[in-house]
């Protein structure tokens, strides 16, 4: 089978800034016809779970407190492309609106709870790579719906 990489909340791992998680059942299906190697890059960066909240403003990355983490999504993203070249992955699914894995949207840098157009910071690694970004529903409807 072929291997993808999946946002590790999206398989039901605690691992949001909240503590929580953004399980999918849509990745039952997907389990059935792929190998599956979670990722979570703000934990390979460096940051605990549950953590202060982030948001990429211009091209660096800053907690609600105002702090720059910029080095801890940048280590996190290239941890995970390590994890894709060594895996030859071509695919991943991520979770949307996230400061690492924003697949079109991320919050806008300012707290208020609007999304602007973008990719989170591993999101633009990967892609760099030539590997193939999607959401969850995306990818189930590309991938597993119509096939």
């Known amino acids: 089978m072929e291997i993808i990489l999946v946002s590790a909340c999206l398989l039901g791992y605690n691992t949001k800034y909240n503590g929580g998680n953004n399980y999918n059942p ?3 299906k997907i389990r059935e016809k792929y190998d599956i190697i979670p990722i979570c890059p703000e934990q390979l960066g460096g940051l605990k779970t549950p953590r ?12 609600k407190e105002n702090k720059n983490v910029t080095s801890n999504f940048l280590e996190g993203s290239r941890k995970v492309a390590n994890i894709a070249l060594y895996n030859r992955i071509k695919k991943a ?24 157009e973008g ?29």
């Open 26 to 28: 849509l990745i039952e």
């Open 52 to 63: 202060v909240p982030s948001e990429i403003k211009g091209d660096e990355v800053y907690s």
């Open 93 to 116: 699914i991520l979770q949307e609106n996230s400061p690492s894995c924003g697949v079109h949207n991320v919050y806008d840098g300012n707290f208020d709870n609007k999304l602007i």
């Open 119 to 147: 990719n989170g910071i591993t999101t633009k690694k990967l892609k760099s790579l030539g590997i193939e970004c999607y959401t969850i529903e995306e990818f189930y409807e590309k991938y597993i719906e119509n096939k």
